[in-house]
Nanobody
């Protein structure tokens, strides 16, 4: 079991930046990929960014060029640097950990954090 605790959410004006962090504890060695997902009111949860243990990353199209996912292995911390924030980035952001699919292209998540709210205003 992996425990995940997010931090760093808050309110920011459009065009601003936020940095989310996720502290992982427990059987972290079992997680070979981690990611950030978000859910806006009335919408389905969507993947934002994923990082695999080999350092490769994937982003949803709306996050490409604006968000950067990174992992500090020494501190067991997952980060998401979000720049040029837009109103549509407003959502609850969740950290998750899991294992890659057979194809290796996606991450199947089995552990989730409680979420941190990001609100972008005009």
């Amino acid at each position: 079991q992996v425990q995940l605790v997010e931090s760093g959410g808050g309110s920011v004006q459009a065009g601003g930046s936020l940095r989310l962090s996720c502290a992982a504890s427990g059987y972290t060695y079992s997680s070979r990929c981690m990611g950030w997902l978000r859910q806006a009111p009335g919408k389905e949860r969507e993947g934002v960014a994923t990082i695999f243990n080999d350092g490769s990353t994937k982003y949803t199209d709306s996050a490409k060029g604006r968000f950067t996912i990174s992992k500090d292995h020494a501190k067991n911390t997952l980060n998401l640097q979000m720049n040029s924030l837009k109103l549509e980035d407003t959502a609850m952001y969740y950290c998750a950990a899991g294992v890659p699919t057979y194809s290796g292209r996606y991450c199947t998540y089995s552990s989730w954090g409680q979420g941190t709210q990001v609100t972008v205003s005009s």
